[in-house]
């Protein structure tokens, strides 16, 4: 069928998906994020050609914003020996090859900033995630209390002030290293059990100083890092937060906490979008996903709080995330495994609702064909 003849037939409409969004001075084509999704398959926190070429084939595929999987802030941050890193100008480096050939595919560059505090020092999914120990390529983990993360897992090491500041340190280098290397957004991540959100959660940290008790106290740290990350992220460059909206566990974090959190992030002004994740801190966590699952989240947080926030978790019809976008739910839908499974969702997503404006690569149009 022509180019014509198509149009006439289905005509073009201007899904909510498809239209541009700003966050500061940068601009998305679209209000689709691919999520970042660890690959566990760096060496010494080093990038290689299986991430280059993982991550060009999806900014090919017409993202707006693509976010590089949890880059941890030191080595012993990691979650495993295999993941990736920026505590070092190597790291940076090769990074920077990746951010400028994401932004050349028409995406904004984006990089997840992480620690993995007690759950650090574990072997790769496809390896059983298991504890490695000291001397054994592994390290001693650290977190907000000597609570192991489950019955399997070695206690960590309580975190001193010293501690703390260091980490908060570590943040501010991997921001200016992040800007260094042309990232254009920066999430820090504050959810899945580590560093960060071990310490806002009450379940995991059961410290009686100026870290623990309230929830002020217990977003101490992540209040602290942001200050030191927007020390060196200039003004007009997006700062997203990734929080676990609940913990799913009695006691834990739950949806009055997180609008609570949000707020107190949504007053600071220097945070622009809540990215709204659950779970991950407790073992006992009972999950039951189903499509959308965690976007009431997004939707309750953006509508208490007034902030912008992200959906993610199963979303992967372009309807689904079409309906997520014109209620007003978020601001973002954020994709992660159904970017695993098609590269070129978005580009897919474009014909299904007949977004006809959007650009394919030049290299690829011949095969819009079907
Ligand atoms: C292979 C894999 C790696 C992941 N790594 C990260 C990560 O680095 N940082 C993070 O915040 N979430 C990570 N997640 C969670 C995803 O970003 C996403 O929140 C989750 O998979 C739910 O979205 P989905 O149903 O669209 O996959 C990972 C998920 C998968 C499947």
């Known amino acids: 069928m022509s180019e014509d003849a198509r149009r006439v037939q289905r005509p073009a409409r201007n899904p909510y998906l498809f239209r541009p969004i700003s966050f500061r001075t940068v601009e998305s084509r679209n209000r689709i994020m691919m999520s970042p999704m660890c690959q566990y398959s760096a060496q010494d926190g080093m990038p290689n050609d299986w991430h280059f070429g993982h991550i060009a084939a999806r900014a090919a595929g017409g993202v707006g914003i693509l976010c590089i999987e949890a880059t941890h802030v030191s080595d012993i941050g990691r979650i495993t020996p295999h993941c990736l890193g920026i505590w070092n100008d190597e790291q940076r480096d090769a990074l920077a090859r990746i951010a400028s050939h994401v932004a050349s595919l028409g995406a904004v560059p984006m990089i997840q900033l992480a620690h993995a505090g007690r759950k650090a020092s574990v072997s790769q999914p496809w390896k059983g995630t298991k504890p490695i120990p000291v001397g054994d390529g592994g390290w001693e983990a650290i977190g907000p209390s000597p609570l192991p993360q489950t019955p399997q897992s070695p206690p960590p090491r309580a975190m001193s002030q010293a501690d703390i500041d260091r980490v908060v340190e570590e943040f501010r280098d991997a921001a200016r290293r992040s800007r260094e290397a042309g990232f254009r957004i920066v999430e820090v991540h504050a959810a899945h059990g580590y560093l960060i959100h071990s310490f806002l959660s009450p379940l995991s940290n059961h410290r009686t100083d100026s870290h623990?008790?309230?929830?002020?106290?217990r977003a101490r740290l992540l209040n602290q890092v942001i200050d030191a990350v927007r020390s060196e992220?200039?003004?007009?460059l997006p700062l997203f937060v990734r929080i676990s909206a609940t913990d799913w566990v009695e006691g834990g974090l739950?949806?009055?906490?997180?609008?609570?959190?949000?707020?107190?992030?949504?007053?600071?002004?220097?945070?622009d979008l809540i990215d709204c994740s659950t779970g991950g801190v407790d073992h006992r966590q009972a999950i039951r996903p189903y499509p959308g699952y965690q976007v009431p989240f997004a939707e309750a947080i953006r509508r208490e709080v007034g902030i912008a926030t992200g959906a993610v978790g199963l979303i992967s019809a372009p309807e689904q995330?079409?309906?997520?976008?014109?209620?007003?739910?978020?601001?973002?839908?954020?994709?992660?495994?159904?970017?695993?499974?098609?590269?070129?969702?978005?580009?897919?997503?474009?014909?299904?609702?007949?977004a006809d404006h959007v650009v394919?690569?030049?290299?690829?149009?011949?095969s819009n064909i079907f």
């Open 254 to 271: 739950d949806l009055p906490a997180a609008i609570a959190l949000s707020r107190m992030l949504a007053q600071r002004g220097d945070v």
């Open 233 to 236: 992220w200039p003004a007009e």
């Open 360 to 366: 394919w690569p030049v290299q690829y149009e011949r």
């Open 212 to 217: 623990g008790g309230s929830l002020e106290n």
């Open 321 to 354: 995330a079409e309906e997520i976008l014109a209620g007003g739910r978020a601001d973002l839908v954020i994709l992660g495994r159904v970017l695993l499974y098609d590269p070129h969702w978005a580009l897919h997503a474009a014909n299904r609702l007949r």
